[in-house]
């Protein structure tokens, strides 16, 4: 037995169990049959078997460094470090395929749990015999859809006669940074996540069943987006940490393409509670949630079919058009069955526009809007191209002003959202919201009078707008608990957290959300760069620093020639003292890739990002030279922060808790 | 009526798309060498073509006299090894009214490179590109790349990525 052959037949095996399952679906709808039912049940775990010794397999050649299967030989080189041969599997578009597959695998046999093959569901959540074969049979069809590109189109245990004996390893960019080992896994573990809400999305609308599904799938979509979050920000640290622009989001078209799902997902999180509260706003969902599945193909797609240049575009391959067409029949099949029941999924009731629920529409709009923006801005180089044949790029500026509004009035809506009651707004609330308005007008003057731009004084108005809003909304809570069950505020405060972790875990992700607005306004208006060329032994006084190059090394490491800049930084002013210390920015060079890549040395303080970067390096008459750049940016670091605080208040949303399941046990029955 | 724009959107989006698909690769990024002068370089020749070929191997002695195919490789690299027995068939074909040049680029070590040279029996002369001059001056993409020059001197035509025989009896058809 060798890995290729493994891996080949694990794959068919694969693909079979996918086309059983979604045939045993078939016959458990129309035959209305729980045995069928059953079957597929049993098939979605052997399908994730064989993905599994699929998987496995393709790490096992990696390992061996098998060079006869073409994936190998490919993307793969015997003098990587071990954590990048175990992180290959996904650094090329086989690969990526094989691991997607492998996840949607898992998700659909978890999915498969929830079945009930008979009679009407027990527990939370359960997926009765009506809907079920159609769910389950919308995740089989996505899997037999990758399985099928990869045994037809994409095979990544393609074999080499005769294997070479080394390969060039994985694409320098990828080993350059650890990061590369998790972004990709927690997109694509974002991205999985959607096919679940859409495939009882999808039963919902064909079994005329509208209101139940967004309940149901609201841990999926939660878990979803909270993967994608945590994706995009990896993304965008190993983008700071790597490309050594000092920069951590360009507007690429594939960061674009990846962002597209995401703001969907938002959408689709927030009008999904209106659904859930009040019955209301089902197209918008179905839609959302069509989209947002559709959006994590069309990002595969524009990665992959070379269709846009763009840093991010791995090479193309044959999947291009199948992954197009795929996306297409998707849509089009989704939106037929939606405009078939569309009259019967009109609200009837009416959204205020001062009320929880009008707030929510309004956020949805605007992810909506934004999402249609940055679409129309990643294609129209390609409707340029189309109409004129010239060749034109859309730069950052245009989506950076488009996106400051849609910012500005994203953080309005996410204050005063929660802060209104649901239906209609209460005389209270007015107190509360001059409350607020007036936090925001004296932040926003107080900043503008300190100095700071217009913008960033807005960012900083609103922060603390957002802040008092979770404030307001929190001590409200604790006051109305301590007084009528007569205890302590902070037993309050700690009951209510517990109790309502959903509220409270939107609190903490809002404020992430504030935050990283926060650091993304400060850090873009005060970025301050400056470059010099300096010898061995040299010293620059620049931005309150004193920088001085002691050493320039060259250092071989079995994948790639470093080349080491010792840099030692005083601070000149008090601030620069934050920077002190040695830095050892290094410049790699990989021996596949035609130039060197940078790999910053950063030093992350509360304040500002020391960021330093070895720009270029060589010997003359004087002796040995290095040019130098550094970056000072403010409050980076807080972007990450911000990012980690949203990733934790959607688990601590999705944390299970043992105190609220007996509470519920009453009503839980019609949950 | 209204329920149909979302169709319509699609179909259009679809269509555009599509079209970007068909209408080639967009990163064959016509060189901007195309038309110009070749630039020059002289390389280190691996031993098996110093007897013929010299210590060193200068472009400009050969310019002008015949089209010359100008061949970027690597021993790593894994469509040069579909791309060799293929040139060098061209090679012995159209010996004498074509020059077929290898550069060898960005290789690990010169070894390996004439290991990659033996094991296909290369006879047309290959070079080093020591200091990776060549593949600046030509803008490299990713190996194999291959640019075309005529007869003139002139750069016409490049080819990112490894060229099928198609491709290959197209280019030659240009200048022979």
């Known amino acids: 037995m060798t890995p290729g052959l493994l891996g080949g037949f694990s794959l068919v095996a694969?693909?079979?169990?996918?086309?059983?399952?979604?045939?045993?679906?078939?016959?458990?709808?129309?035959?209305?049959?729980?045995?069928?039912?059953?079957?597929?049940?049993?098939?979605?775990?052997?399908?994730?078997?064989?993905?599994?010794?699929?998987?496995?397999?393709?790490?096992?050649?990696?390992?061996?460094?098998?060079?006869?299967?073409?994936?190998?030989?490919?993307?793969?080189?015997?003098?990587?470090?071990?954590?990048?041969?175990?992180?290959?599997?996904?650094?090329?578009?086989?690969?990526?395929?094989?691991?997607?597959?492998?996840?949607?695998?898992?998700?659909?046999?978890?999915?498969?749990?929830?079945?009930?093959?008979?009679?009407?569901p027990g527990g939370k959540n359960g997926l009765d015999p009506y809907r079920a074969p159609i769910a389950l049979g919308v995740l089989f069809t996505v899997q037999v859809?990758?399985?099928?590109?990869?045994?037809?189109?994409?095979?990544?245990?393609?074999?080499?006669?005769?294997?070479?004996?080394?390969?060039?390893?994985?694409?320098?960019?990828?080993?350059?940074?650890?990061?590369?080992?998790?972004?990709?896994?927690?997109?694509?573990?974002?991205?999985?996540?959607?096919?679940?809400?859409?495939?009882y999305a999808v039963a919902a609308m064909i079994t005329r069943r509208y209101q139940s599904w967004v309940h149901e799938t609201r841990w999926w979509t939660m878990i979803a987006w909270g993967f994608l979050t945590a994706g995009k920000m990896a993304g965008a640290w190993w983008s700071y940490e790597v490309l050594g622009w000092g920069g951590y989001w360009a507007w690429d078209p594939v960061e674009n393409a990846s962002f597209l799902p995401w703001l969907l997902a938002t959408a689709f999180l927030h009008t999904s509670m209106v659904q859930e509260r009040r019955g209301l706003l089902r197209s918008w969902n179905f839609s959302l949630v069509i989209l947002t599945f559709v959006a994590t193909f069309f990002m595969t797609f524009l990665t992959r079919s070379g269709v846009i240049q763009s840093v991010h575009a791995f090479g193309e391959g044959p999947v291009g058009p199948v992954f197009l067409a795929f996306l297409l029949s998707v849509a089009f099949v989704s939106f037929y069955l939606l405009s078939r029941v569309s009259s019967e999924v009109k609200d009837v009731g009416e959204v205020r526009l001062l009320s929880r629920e009008g707030a929510l529409l309004g956020?949805?709009?605007?992810?909506?809007?934004?999402?249609?923006?940055?679409?129309?801005?990643?294609?129209?180089?390609?409707?340029?191209?189309?109409?004129?044949?010239?060749?034109?790029?859309?730069?950052?500026?245009?989506?950076?002003?488009?996106?400051?509004?849609?910012?500005?009035?994203?953080?309005?809506?996410?204050?005063?959202?929660?802060?209104?009651?649901?239906?209609?707004?209460?005389?209270?609330?007015?107190?509360?919201?001059?409350?607020?308005?007036?936090?925001?007008?004296?932040?926003?003057?107080?900043?503008?009078?300190?100095?700071?731009?217009?913008?960033?004084?807005?960012?900083v108005g609103l922060f603390l707008y957002n802040l008092a809003a979770v404030g307001l909304m929190v001590d409200q809570g604790v006051r109305e608990r301590a007084r009528s069950l007569g205890i302590s505020a902070a037993r309050a405060l700690a009951d209510l957290a517990v109790t309502n972790k959903r509220r409270f875990g939107s609190h903490i992700v809002h404020v992430g959300v504030a935050l990283g607005c926060l650091a993304i306004a400060f850090s873009q208006a005060y970025r301050v760069e400056a470059q010099k060329t300096l010898y061995i032994g040299e010293t620059w006084k620049?931005?309150?620093?004193?920088?001085?190059?002691?050493?320039?090394?060259?250092?071989?490491?079995?994948?790639?020639?470093?080349?080491?800049a010792v840099v030692d930084v005083r601070g000149t002013s008090r601030q620069g003292l934050w920077a002190e210390g040695q830095y050892r920015p290094r410049l790699n060079v990989y021996p596949v890739m035609n130039q060197p890549l940078p790999s910053?040395?950063?030093?992350?303080?509360?304040?500002?990002?020391?960021?330093?970067?070895?720009?270029?390096?060589?010997?003359?008459?004087r002796g040995l030279w290095a040019t130098v750049r550094v970056i000072v940016t403010p409050l980076v670091l807080w972007l990450w922060v911000a990012g980690m605080i949203m990733v934790l208040g959607t688990l601590y949303i999705l944390w299970p808790s043992g105190l609220r399941a007996p509470a519920k046990a009453p009503g839980g029955a019609t949950a | 009526m209204k329920r149909l724009w979302p169709f319509a959107l699609l179909v259009v989006l679809g269509a555009l798309l599509f079209w970007g698909l068909r209408r080639g690769d967009p990163s064959a990024l016509p060189s901007v060498l195309v038309g110009k002068p070749a630039p020059d370089f002289t390389l280190p020749a691996f031993a098996p073509y110093r007897a013929e070929w010299g210590e060193r191997i200068q472009l400009?002695?050969?310019?002008?006299?015949?089209?010359?195919?100008?061949?970027?490789?690597?021993?790593?690299?894994?469509?040069?090894?579909?791309?060799?027995?293929?040139?060098?068939?061209?090679?012995?074909?159209?010996?004498?009214?074509?020059?077929?040049?290898?550069?060898?680029?960005?290789?690990?070590?010169?070894?390996?490179?004439?290991?990659?040279?033996?094991?296909?029996?290369?006879?047309?002369?290959?070079?080093?590109?020591?200091?990776?001059?060549?593949?600046?001056?030509?803008?490299?993409?990713?190996?194999?790349?291959?640019?075309l020059i005529g007869k003139d001197g002139k750069v016409l035509y490049r080819h990112a990525g490894p060229l099928d025989p198609a491709t290959l009896q197209e280019l030659l058809g240009k200048v022979l």
């Open chain 1, 145 to 199: 859809f990758f399985f099928a590109v990869m045994v037809f189109l994409a095979h990544p245990f393609n074999a080499v006669i005769p294997p070479p004996t080394e390969g060039p390893g994985p694409n320098p960019l990828l080993q350059n940074h650890w990061m590369m080992a998790v972004h990709p896994v927690l997109m694509y573990l974002g991205f999985v996540g959607f096919s679940v809400p859409f495939a």
């Open chain 1, 600 to 621: 910053p040395s950063v030093k992350y303080t509360l304040g500002n990002d020391y960021y330093f970067i070895l720009q270029q390096f060589g010997q003359d008459e």
């Open chain 1, 363 to 459: 956020g949805a709009i605007l992810f909506t809007v934004l999402t249609f923006v940055v679409l129309v801005g990643t294609v129209w180089p390609l409707v340029v191209e189309a109409l004129n044949g010239a060749k034109v790029s859309v730069g950052a500026p245009f989506f950076n002003q488009m996106a400051a509004p849609f910012g500005v009035f994203m953080l309005l809506l996410m204050g005063i959202g929660p802060v209104l009651p649901w239906r209609q707004s209460k005389p209270q609330v007015i107190r509360n919201l001059l409350i607020l308005l007036a936090v925001l007008l004296i932040g926003t003057l107080a900043s503008l009078i300190w100095g700071w731009t217009l913008g960033v004084s807005l960012a």
């Open chain 2, 60 to 147: 400009s002695r050969y310019l002008g006299q015949k089209p010359i195919l100008v061949n970027l490789w690597a021993s790593w690299c894994v469509p040069c090894r579909d791309e060799a027995p293929m040139l060098e068939a061209a090679w012995r074909q159209y010996k004498n009214r074509l020059l077929i040049l290898g550069v060898n680029v960005q290789d690990t070590n010169p070894g390996a490179a004439l290991g990659f040279i033996q094991e296909f029996g290369l006879t047309f002369p290959s070079g080093i590109d020591e200091n990776g001059r060549v593949w600046i001056d030509y803008g490299g993409y990713g190996v194999p790349e291959t640019f």
């Open chain 1, 542 to 564: 620049k931005v309150g620093l004193e920088v001085r190059l002691l050493d320039l090394r060259q250092v071989q490491e079995p994948n790639r020639i470093a080349t080491i």
């Open chain 1, 14 to 120: 694969a693909l079979l169990f996918s086309v059983i399952g979604l045939g045993l679906c078939f016959f458990a709808y129309f035959q209305r049959d729980g045995r069928y039912l059953e079957a597929a049940k049993r098939t979605s775990g052997l399908a994730l078997l064989a993905a599994l010794a699929a998987f496995g397999a393709l790490e096992w050649a990696l390992l061996t460094d098998d060079f006869s299967v073409q994936y190998v030989a490919l993307h793969h080189s015997s003098t990587s470090p071990l954590w990048v041969k175990l992180v290959t599997p996904w650094a090329a578009l086989e690969g990526s395929i094989l691991l997607w597959a492998t996840l949607q695998t898992l998700y659909t046999w978890i999915v498969s749990w929830r079945v009930h093959t008979r009679g009407l």
